[in-house]
């Protein structure tokens, strides 16, 4: 492992706590040291209170910062004194201890300090840095772990043996650092949990992490236990699926996954070499069902995986878990996996989120790595079930569950949305990522990629016309998030303003591709994942005032939205059945969209023989329509305030005289 150290960078670094942050962030950047809020940091300072008094001050880090993002205001400010009284103690609860650690606070806006404050509090250098580093952890996780560690390190550490993290661990420490710590310390190692180094500067105690991180890599190269996941390629299987039954059969799994679990769930798929050739492993029905690399990894990740498709099977052995280990009154989480190795599919991440999806693929990369590398030294040994039990569902994470906030509607769910890039699709986007909902944005502007940068938005430049094309994102968007909830059926074009006279029959066949071809495949296709929406599945159809009411001049147009009308009321008979819920939007006079050039508003006002501006509020209430306006209706009809309406034709456009 290099350092990253800078000594250009550090020099901007105004102050122990600008310093303090630097080295955090280096840290952060490391994904072999931290991951996802994993880890922790503090400088140890002092500052004149309101009273004239010196007092020594710990800046920890604060709870819900990440290391790798962390600035000044994620350090809280604790009084050093009460910190170290809190360790003398013989017992309090973790609850009391994040209660105490508040109070401790010279700042109370400041975030609450991370549980493991106190440990940082009785070390005595000024710097300290806590990682979960994936080369320590591969070690102490090993047969004979904690002699190996001693065997490397020797004096430099002070050992742990493991215990819960939080109050116990604290004290635990408080008693056997300073019995252990000698001339040559400059770190602590807590077994099969992480190591703590220390120094009087932020660069000795970052530097001192790096080393020893790097001893421990050494070591297990030098027994060939540090090389990445095997990539032998997979031998594909006899009647490897097609891309149809993959999507199908991957958005039956997150049927049966959001059913356990008993909300909507999202998957990600990675089927690559590494993972395949991982899920594959003649040992994986041992390996894998050992436990975590570290205690805290079991809030995402539960504590073991499932292997293949037992849903029913991983579900009574977790509530048997938790029986066994706790039960009532504590609250049993859901009893549905977090991560599956499918011999097929390889590595499939579970969250309730795209975001937290993520993380979960992350950690058990890592956890694949280090699982490999303790195997080449004799074997995995993760902690006992109680252990990692502990840590599930330890007081501090049930208080979380009991103050949950609900969240958006549309957790865990997914919608395609068709014409992404501008206007009414663009706006369809924002609003259903605004109700949680993961989003695959389907646009033949390249623009669509990069509308959104964040874990749950899919962007896909896709030709709507193009059945491939259509079938390829459909698959796309299904590994990345497991399915399809809900359609909106947005993208069209509105042809150049011709009498029928005089009409053509290209514009006519392009307008019919778009508008209404495109749109009987996107159905077809979609129609096996909507059918295994965990709620039911939603269309939205975006129609058009000319269904009802159609323009001069406007045949094609009319023509294409009055055809793919009725195939939505058609889909809304047939799919009923299957709970998939079918409406239309017509709006009208929607002008910040693509389709209404400055040329073809100013056709269509001259053919009603009125202004631009009359135009546009040319309605009954005398109000301009949005894109935005389109896009929350359609939103909300895939709601609960519409779940018993289907087949409905739903106009959004200020009221149209011959509509009404
Ligand atoms: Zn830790």
Not at 519 to 542: D, K, Q, W
Request: hydrophobic share 40%.
């Amino acid at each position: 492992m290099k350092s990253r150290w800078s000594d250009e960078e550090a020099g901007r670094c105004a102050g122990d706590l600008a310093l303090r942050v630097y080295t955090s962030r280096l840290l952060g950047a490391e994904p072999a040291l931290v991951l996802h809020g994993g880890g922790n940091t503090s400088v140890k300072s002092s500052s004149v209170n309101l009273f004239g008094e010196e007092e020594r001050l710990l800046y920890v880090k604060g709870s819900g910062w990440d290391l790798e993002t962390i600035e000044p205001a994620g350090f809280a400010p604790c009084r050093l004194q009460p910190l170290l009284a809190l360790s003398r103690l013989p017992a309090l609860s973790d609850s009391q201890m994040a209660a105490e650690l508040r109070k401790s606070l010279t700042d109370l806006n400041a975030p609450s300090p991370s549980v493991e404050a106190i440990l940082h509090a009785i070390l005595p250098a000024r710097f300290v840095d806590h990682t979960h580093a994936d080369a320590i952890l591969t070690m102490t996780n090993s047969p004979r772990g904690d002699e190996r560690v001693r065997e490397l390190f020797g004096d430099r550490l002070v050992y742990i043996p493991y215990v819960m993290p939080g109050f116990k661990l604290a004290r635990l420490c408080a008693q056997l650092y300073p019995a252990q710590a000698g001339r040559n310390t400059v770190g602590m190692l807590l077994l099969k949990h992480g190591l703590f180094t220390f120094g009087e500067t932020a660069q000795e105690s970052y530097e001192r992490m790096i080393e020893l991180v790097s001893l421990a890599e050494g070591y297990l190269a030098r027994r060939g236990a540090w090389a990445p996941v095997s990539l032998e390629p997979h031998e594909r299987a006899a009647g490897e699926p097609t891309a149809e039954a993959l999507r199908t059969d991957i958005a039956t799994l997150r049927q049966a996954v959001s059913e356990t679990a008993g909300s909507p769930l999202i998957l990600s798929v990675h089927s690559d070499a590494g993972t395949r050739a991982f899920a594959t492993r003649p040992d994986i029905a041992t390996l894998s069902q050992q436990g975590p690399a570290t205690p805290d990894h079991v809030l995402r990740t539960k504590r073991v995986p499932l292997l293949g498709r037992d849903l029913a099977g991983y579900a009574a052995a977790y509530r048997e878990y938790f029986r066994a280990h706790g039960g009532p009154p504590l609250t049993m989480l859901d009893p549905a996996p977090r991560v599956i190795l499918d011999p097929k599919l390889g590595l499939i991440a579970i969250g309730r989120t795209a975001k937290e999806a993520a993380i979960v693929e992350d950690i058990y990369r890592h956890t694949m790595q280090m699982i490999a590398g303790a195997t080449l030294l004799g074997g995995w040994e993760a902690l006992p079930a109680q252990d990692i039990f502990d840590v599930e569902y330890w007081d501090l994470e049930q208080a979380k569950l009991r103050q949950g906030a609900s969240p958006p509607a549309f957790t865990g769910e997914i919608a395609v949305v068709t014409g992404a890039a501008s206007g009414i699709g663009k706006a369809c986007v924002a609003s259903l990522l605004a109700r949680g909902a993961a989003v695959i944005a389907l646009d033949r502007s390249a623009s669509v990629t990069s509308l959104h940068r964040r874990k749950d938005y899919l962007g896909l430049t896709c030709d709507v016309t193009s059945e491939t094309g259509i079938r390829q994102a459909l698959e796309q968007g299904v590994r990345a998030f497991g399915g399809v909830d809900m359609l909106v059926l947005n993208a069209g074009i509105f042809p150049p303003s011709a009498p029928v006279s005089a009409l053509s029959s290209e514009s006519w066949r392009d307008t019919m591709s778009v508008n209404l071809d495109a749109n009987l495949i996107l159905l077809r296709e979609s129609h096996p994942l909507l059918e295994r929406s965990p709620r039911g599945g939603r269309v939205v159809i975006i129609g058009s005032k000319n269904v009802p009411a159609p323009g001069p001049g406007a045949a094609a147009y009319s023509a294409s939205k009055a055809a793919l009308q009725q195939l939505a009321r058609v889909a809304a008979l047939e799919w009923g059945a299957d709970r998939i819920r079918v409406n239309t939007i017509h709006p009208n006079a929607v002008f910040d969209t693509g389709l209404w050039t400055p040329e073809v508003l100013a056709a269509r006002a001259a053919s009603y023989g009125i202004s631009v501006e009359e135009y546009k509020t040319n309605n009954v209430l005398k109000v301009e329509v949005t894109s935005r306006d389109v896009a929350e209706l359609a939103a909300e009809l895939c709601g609960p305030i519409f779940a018993k309406t289907t087949g409905a034709q739903i106009p959004v456009d200020g009221g149209t005289v011959r509509v009404i």
